[in-house]
């Protein structure tokens, strides 16, 4: 069975660094793209980014240019999507998602959704 | 920079169809992937490449993109069907998602 298996929920100060993580089984991780995709409390979807993990060839939309980093690691078919310094404005579920080739196909498959709150 | 317009919600009677649409300057050039959100879950696609359904997604969601608009059509509407969907393009290598539509069945 493909799966994306996020990390657990997170509660943050603001100016903290997070890592979460989404680890993927069942299909051949380094030749699908995973991306990133924030949903903000009762608001709608958010493409932040996205990785070839083969290559390690990163894409960031423009909102989201410098103020998170995406990482791969094949060895263990998990990608990360780490800040360096929290925000409150960062409270939100983010979701990891696969998808073959950019422009053609979809997120077929999505992980279940990590919550990071941010608060002092 | 390029945006999706879709209508915040759209009611629709159990068994009666329901439409959806998606808005952006020459949309139709571009493929469509539409996604169905349930409280507290996360996405699911029910059809992409405007008009195709992945296994496992019911006959009665369908989709067509042509000129500056998308749509996604269900066909008699289940009360199951209730939640929020988001249209999905991309423009150059960045993905793009509308604003959502919640689609309420009453």
């Known amino acids: 069975e493909v799966q994306l298996v996020q990390s657990g929920a997170e509660v943050k100060k603001p100016g903290e660094s997070l890592k979460i993580s989404c680890k993927a089984s069942g299909y051949s991780f380094a030749t699908y793209w995973i991306g990133w995709v924030r949903q903000m409390p009762g608001q709608g979807l958010e493409s932040m980014g996205f990785?070839?993990?083969?290559?390690?060839?990163?894409r960031y939309s423009p909102s989201f240019q410098g103020q998170v980093s995406i990482s791969a690691d094949k060895s263990i078919t998990t990608a990360y999507l780490q800040w360096n310094s929290l925000k409150a404005s960062d409270t939100a579920t983010y979701f990891c998602?696969?998808?073959?080739?950019?422009?053609?196909?979809?997120?077929?498959?999505w992980g279940q959704g990590t919550t990071v709150t941010v608060s002092s | 920079s390029y945006e999706l317009t879709q209508p915040p919600s759209v009611s629709v009677s159990p068994g009666r169809t329901a439409t959806i649409t998606c808005s952006g300057n020459k949309l139709g050039d571009k493929y469509v992937s539409w996604y169905q959100q349930m409280p507290g879950q996360s996405p699911v696609v029910v059809v992409y490449q405007d008009s195709q359904r992945p296994s496992g997604i019911p006959e009665r969601f369908s989709g067509s993109n042509s000129g500056n608009t998308a749509t996604l059509t269900i066909t008699g509407t289940q009360a199951m069907d209730e939640a929020d969907y988001y249209c999905?393009?991309?423009?150059?290598?960045?993905?793009?998602f509308g604003g959502g539509t919640k689609l309420t069945v009453l």
């Open positions: 999905q393009a991309w423009d150059s290598d960045i993905v793009l």
């Open positions: 998602v696969r998808f073959k080739q950019l422009e053609i196909f979809p997120m077929d498959v």
């Open positions: 990785i070839y993990p083969y290559d390690s060839d990163t």
